[in-house]
């Protein structure tokens, strides 16, 4: 990502720009990022507009209306697709730990993985699950609203530069076996047994717009809600709140909290550091 | 003089030590809000709150996503998130990719902060061994804010202030005491 700096004396009419710009996605193509937190969506749609060498967000706006391959461009630099694997693996730990054996006493499991992005996340937990014996009485699902991350998802292939790191992480959120044993590197690519992928369900789903389509038992949404508004993060905790059965888990990214959201009354604290919660049984 | 409404302090290598000469030399009561973002590695716990919180000259914490920005309180960028300064006065984090290979970037905090606090606002580099902050040295001068660099030749890496200071947008360099004894000046 570049970095040039971005000279508008007058903020007011970027503002102004951007909020036209994000109802004419939103009224065109059904893409709300109005709700978002408008320092990060400012400063990506500002790269965006620079790297095609327009001069206002206007103009990008414009661009956006007639070429729909703009757009494509602008989803993916609004979509939130840095991850890895086992990222905070004391989160993991936690999941194995104090989740994993309320989960063991259910037939079966219906776990969301909202807002996947590359699916790292999801090889990671897929793992997890292999390892304690659930994986074969899961149902995953893994959704993301932008379509072109789902792909690299599905595939399951990383780079094996990463590879390292992820060992590292593996380890730390309480691996039981050697990471290799989970992948296949050829090249410079690790690609995961596609074994993996067999209780997998990738799907496009828009965590704004959308509603809740299955009734779960574990939802895994990190670092999504950090770019919303808090508007926005209630109508998502809401939505988790109506798709987990009642005892079901919820986990969110570090930073992350249902504290102080319109659901708070309708959890326990699991695990305040990796924020885990658990909506009551009532 | 201008009302200062916020302080950004850009820093990496040897920034610990740095910080904790600055934030010491602070007057107790010191009000304006200082919001730092420090190179750390990702996946160190954030004791670096802790540590400058027990000097006692002023506030310091973890800097949470929609938090508002208050006087008498300095805050820090969490390890492994970009913090940025909405128009409410409040922080957004991301984990949107590493700038200058930092995460957070130095150049995120004091861009947003820039645009926000415009003229009111003070920009300071400290040591560090990259060139992350100098772009947003430059939105800080373009903007009107005030702009400090610690001098180079005792920084204990002096890349970073260097960098900043062949911007061009850099208009005093000082040592770390000074800069606390500046910084103390402004208040009434």
Redesign the interface.
Same mark, same amino acid.
Do not use: G
């Given at each position: 990502m570049t970095n040039s700096v971005y000279y508008e004396k007058d903020d007011s009419i970027l503002q102004l720009e951007m909020e036209l710009l994000l109802e004419a996605v939103f009224r065109q193509y059904g893409y709300d990022f109005r709700n978002y937190n408008k320092a990060h969506v400012k400063r990506r749609l500002v790269y965006r507009m620079q790297q095609l060498k327009l001069e206002s967000l206007s103009e990008l706006q414009h661009k956006i209306l007639h070429h729909p391959q703009v757009l494509a461009l602008v989803l993916k630099d609004l979509s939130i697709n840095v991850t890895e694997m086992y990222r905070d693996p004391a989160f993991y730990l936690s999941l194995r730990k104090e989740v994993i054996p309320i989960l063991r006493t259910y037939p079966f499991l219906r776990i969301w993985h909202a807002g996947c992005a590359t699916g790292e996340e999801v090889y990671s937990f897929a793992i997890l699950l292999k390892e304690e014996g659930l994986y074969e009485r899961s149902q995953i699902y893994a959704t993301d609203f932008n379509t072109e991350v789902l792909e690299t998802a599905k595939k399951g292939i990383y780079p094996v530069s990463k590879i390292k790191e992820y060992t590292l992480n593996y380890q730390d959120a309480g691996g039981k076996n050697s990471f290799s044993d989970f992948y296949t590197a050829r090249y410079d690519a690790a690609l995961f047994d596609p074994e993996l992928k067999k209780n997998i369900v990738f799907a496009e789903h828009n965590l704004v717009t959308d509603s809740v389509f299955a009734e779960t038992h574990l939802i895994i949404c990190r670092n999504v809600l950090i770019y919303f508004n808090r508007t926005l993060q209630n109508k998502v905790l809401e939505l988790f709140n109506e798709s987990l059965i009642k005892g079901g888990f919820l986990g969110l990214g570090s930073k992350e909290n249902i504290m102080f959201s319109t659901v708070q009354d309708q959890f326990l604290i699991t695990n305040p550091n990796e924020k885990i919660f658990q909506k009551k049984i009532l | 003089m201008q009302a200062f409404e916020a302080i950004v302090i850009g820093s990496s290598a040897g920034g610990l030590h740095a910080l904790k000469t600055l934030i010491k030399g602070l007057k107790p009561g010191f009000d304006i809000p200082i919001i730092i973002a420090q190179h750390l590695s990702p996946h160190s716990e954030n004791y670096m709150a802790h540590f400058l919180d027990q000097l006692n000259t002023i506030k310091v914490k973890e800097a @949470? &996503?929609?938090e508002k920005i208050l006087a008498g309180h300095a805050y820090i960028a969490?390890p492994n #998130?970009h913090l940025?300064? &909405?128009?409410d006065r409040t922080f957004?984090? /991301?984990?949107?990719?590493k700038?200058?290979y930092a995460r957070p970037s130095i @150049?995120?905090l004091f &861009? /947003?902060a820039a &645009?926000v606090f415009r003229e009111k606002l003070i920009g300071i580099i400290l040591t560090g061994a990259n060139h992350d902050g100098a772009?947003g040295i430059?939105?800080i001068r #373009? #903007?009107g804010g005030f702009t400090i660099a610690q001098n180079p030749s005792s920084a204990e890496s002096d890349t970073m202030p260097k960098a900043a200071i062949q911007t061009g947008s850099i208009l005093k360099t000082m040592e770390l005491e000074e800069i606390a004894v500046f910084l103390n000046s402004l208040l009434n």
């Open positions: - | @949470d &996503e929609r969490p #998130f940025l300064i &909405e128009n957004s984090l /991301t984990v949107e990719e700038v200058n @150049d995120i &861009e /947003t &645009e772009n430059r939105k #373009f #903007f």
